[in-house]
């Protein structure tokens, strides 16, 4: 190989090593949305198209997944006609996948007049020139691995910059967008109940409102990732401390929270549970079926649907616990539950314990006439169980059905007088009123 003389090395000499040696050049209109490749070479002979369209182009360099082909979901393509403008010369190191391996490339954009028409340059860098820095990523994203979305805001200016997509790219990415247009895109993310109050804490008044210079806060909600899926996320703004008290410039990130708030939701849903059960017999407690009536309540008078209430009552329960003991008498509880809710497992019912006793069924699609039917069939069902060493046992039942002006006492107080007539009349019997 010749030695080069740079003293007889010439412009055109240049141009000439440019054309041998560099990977890829593409010409690219945005605002025709097309580009036309000038020469290419190596990883991107088949990887690119010779012509296209510009988002195409854009979307296949790196709105993609870092170290991966596999691209974002569809929701963040809104984005991309964003990340194809550029202000002035712009170059970044992005990583792309081909045939399942990792290059990483050298992307230089220069802006030709002011008319949205692009030169891109893209080279093949040798891997091994960043194995320090790809191992000091590596232990930076270990760290920081739960934040997902960071930029920088100037509320007065209504820009963004320093855009950093984690899972897409470990550089900052190009993105020409205003604040106000962000804010609206990105809501279209956010989960529909939850873009109320992603509004109302994004708003730009409320921001210059609420946040003093060097405060931070945040809120969680659920929002959409590059992968399509909904995930718990926490959005954090912090206002830059600057020397001007007009300066209204914010750190925003987006922290995923979904494993932690998934485990924290399992373990609110246990206490809420065990909150909501009695604890001998595993049904719901007379707090949650107090609930459970107020509920069946507001439904009747929304939608006048039949709904019936039963209690029902262990006839002389008492001389159980006297002869036998209080052992066999929470056996006999556990059992009459089982037997209960065997029955009504089939039905849209809810069952629970009312105290002591006496237990409390929900029908829900069940008119007068059906209950009093469901209630003959439990208590012979019961009077005919064997309950072991205590043998046979009977019950009162009490029925009534929901009015659509109904309160909670009227409800009740029906259903307990029923119950009170079940038993005046000699137990194991039905009543209704």
Not at 136 to 164: E, G, H
Request: proline content about 1%; overall charge negative; aromatic content about 12%.
């Amino acid at each position: 190989m010749n030695k080069i003389n740079i003293d007889t090395f010439s412009y055109e000499n240049a141009i000439e090593y440019i054309k041998t040696s560099v990977d890829a050049i593409f010409i690219a209109d945005g605002a025709a949305d097309k580009y036309k490749v000038l020469s290419k070479s190596g990883i991107f002979t088949d990887f690119i198209d010779d012509t296209g369209r510009y988002k195409d182009l854009i979307e296949k360099l790196w709105y993609h997944f870092n170290n991966s082909d596999e691209t974002v979901a569809e929701g963040y393509h809104v984005f991309i006609p964003t990340s194809g403008k550029f202000q002035g010369k712009y170059s970044k190191i992005i990583n792309i996948s081909v045939d399942d391996i990792t290059h990483i490339v050298q992307m230089t954009i220069y802006p030709i007049e002011n008319e949205e028409v692009y030169l891109f340059i893209l080279d093949e860098l040798d891997k091994s020139m960043f194995i320090d820095q790809e191992l000091t990523t590596k232990k930076v994203a270990a760290i920081q691995n739960t934040y997902l979305f960071s930029m920088y805001i100037d509320l007065v200016k209504d820009t963004t910059s320093s855009i950093s997509v984690t899972e897409i790219s470990d550089e900052v990415i190009n993105q020409q967008l205003k604040y106000s247009d962000w804010r609206m895109m990105i809501v279209n993310m956010i989960d529909e109940k939850d873009q109320p109050t992603f509004l109302e804490k994004t708003d730009p008044e409320y921001l210059k409102k609420n946040f003093a210079p060097g405060r931070t806060s945040s809120f969680d909600c659920l929002m959409m990732n590059l992968e399509g899926k909904y995930i718990w996320v926490k959005l954090i703004f912090c206002r830059a401390e600057t020397s001007n008290a007009d300066d209204f410039r914010f750190v925003f990130m987006v922290q995923n929270i979904h494993e932690n708030s998934l485990e924290l939701l399992q373990t609110l849903k246990k206490y809420e549970q065990l909150a909501s059960r009695d604890s001998l017999t595993g049904i719901f407690n007379h707090g949650r079926m107090e609930t459970e009536i107020g509920n069946a309540i507001t439904m009747k008078k929304a939608e006048n649907k039949n709904i019936s209430l039963m209690i029902l009552d262990i006839d002389f329960f008492k001389h159980v616990n006297d002869k036998f003991g209080h052992t066999a008498g929470d056996v006999t509880l556990v059992k009459f539950t089982k037997v209960i809710s065997d029955y009504i497992r089939e039905h849209n019912a809810v069952l629970g314990r009312w105290g002591g006793e006496e237990f409390v069924i929900v029908w829900y699609d069940v008119s007068m006439e059906e209950a009093l039917k469901y209630a003959e069939d439990i208590r012979c069902t019961i009077a005919k169980e064997d309950f072991g060493n205590i043998g046979q046992i009977t019950c009162s039942i009490g029925v009534t059905d929901l009015h659509s002006l109904d309160t909670f006492d009227d409800a009740f107080n029906r259903m307990d007088r029923a119950l009170y007539n079940a038993k005046s009349s000699g137990r194991n019997c039905v009543k209704s009123v």
